[in-house]
């Protein structure tokens, strides 16, 4: 072998001994970025930008549950930097995600908040993002959850109040066409008819009115509205009812008061107010409607002489359908809507309802609305004061004393 093969073959070699060699050093390398990655807890570069730009609630905790990068929500959780996670579920979660390599979602009991505040459901997903690390995301569902059963509790009651009134308008039709050589049975049959009829118009009427309350964001048509007129179409819309119940409805307190919002919506949020004290007052009895201004805040309330309301009642008389009194209720074709669509007719313009009864005393339901300032066009204009009118010079075809004319 010449010196030239030799010198190729020695190059051949250094060459295959340097590739191995730097193949050594590279899995070296890699084998010890492996192991401090499995023993890193370092947070992975660009994760905390992107829980500080979440909406919802995010942690990452390693492995003894200590949370090292959080997002802003998940203060209110108490997951805080530095400290460890205070929910065994959500720990729990976070183990199992990290233990099987795998995602885990469930549905938890959440306390947000101090320790009086209510428990939140919220869904909780637990990803591991290194053998040590995991990632856990809390999404508040509570409202979603709270609409859901909203939604099915008021198709279940509409359906369920919807069938008194239409069998009674089936039976009556039936019962009006066997009866059709009987003029007096007619009448008495046609009578129930539209009075269920009635009942039946009224019940769609306080639905689609609730439905709109609930479902629209914002109310649509906003002005100054006067309080003043909206107690008075109340107490006009209401006028035949009280005549009827022999009831008087007696009005009284501050005049010129103005609020934000819509004027319908609002007035017949007191009409409902005044429909009940009427319908639960006895003869002979009155219904007092008084205004007032207090801290910025204006109160309308709505009292009765009736027979109240028990205070185990109390915390449900604004829940859809919800009569306190059932006997009474069918008697007076009530459809046990009026106190919700209140009770969301004010929320809408930023208020509440309040309610003070007592079994035999009575009621009284208060309507509390921002205060709003009275428009420039509707302000009291001072009149100004006029000035002494100068006596007129007497004129010369007219007789002055001492002369002749």
Avoid: C
Avoid at 22 to 47: E, H, K, M, N
Avoid at 142 to 159: I, Q
Avoid at 241 to 248: C, E, I, L, Y
């Amino acid at each position: 072998m010449d010196q030239t093969q030799l010198t190729l073959l020695a190059l051949l070699l250094g060459a295959v001994i340097g590739g191995g060699v730097s193949a050594l050093i590279f899995s070296a390398f890699r084998l010890r970025d492996r192991a401090i990655a499995r023993t890193s807890d370092d947070v992975p570069a660009g994760v905390s930008a992107i829980l500080a730009a979440m909406d919802d609630a995010a942690i990452v905790t390693d492995a003894s549950s200590t949370v090292l990068a959080a997002s802003a929500p998940a203060e209110v959780f108490g997951l805080r930097v530095g400290e460890v996670i205070p929910s065994d579920e959500v720990r729990t979660l976070a183990r199992l995600s990290r233990d099987s390599g795998a995602p885990a979602t469930e549905n938890l009991r959440l306390q947000r908040g101090a320790a009086p505040s209510e428990p939140r459901l919220v869904a909780a997903r637990a990803t591991a993002i290194s053998p040590r690390l995991t990632l856990v995301l809390i999404r508040d569902i509570t409202e979603r959850e709270r609409v859901e059963e909203m939604r099915r509790d008021f198709v279940a009651n509409t359906s369920h109040e919807l069938k008194t009134p239409v069998g009674a308008v089936s039976l009556l039709a039936e019962a009006i066409e066997m009866a059709a050589d009987d003029p007096d049975q007619v009448r008495i049959f046609t009578a129930r008819l539209s009075a269920e009829a009635s009942r039946l118009g009224a019940l769609t009427s306080r639905i689609m009115s609730l439905s709109r309350l609930q479902a629209s964001a914002e109310l649509t048509e906003v002005r100054d509205v006067s309080i003043d007129e909206v107690v008075a179409s109340a107490v006009d819309a209401h006028t035949l009812q009280a005549d009827s119940a022999q009831v008087s409805i007696v009005r009284g307190g501050t005049r010129g008061l103005y609020v934000r919002g819509e004027a319908q919506v609002l007035s017949e949020a007191v009409g409902n107010l005044i429909a009940n004290a009427i319908a639960y007052s006895p003869q002979g009895s009155s219904v007092g409607v008084g205004v007032k201004a207090t801290d910025d805040v204006v109160e309308i309330a709505v009292t009765d002489r009736g027979i109240g309301i028990h205070e185990s009642d109390q915390n449900r008389v604004f829940e859809r359908f919800y009569r306190a009194d059932q006997a009474r209720s069918r008697r007076t074709g009530g459809t046990g809507l009026g106190l919700s669509i209140v009770k969301h007719a004010v929320q809408r313009h930023g208020g509440e309802v309040r309610l003070w009864s007592r079994p035999g005393r009575g009621s009284t339901f208060t309507i509390r609305l921002p205060l709003a300032d009275v428009p420039e066009d509707r302000a009291p204009r001072t009149k100004a004061r006029r000035k002494p009118r100068k006596a007129a010079a007497p004129s010369r075809s007219t007789p002055v004393k001492g002369e002749t004319a």
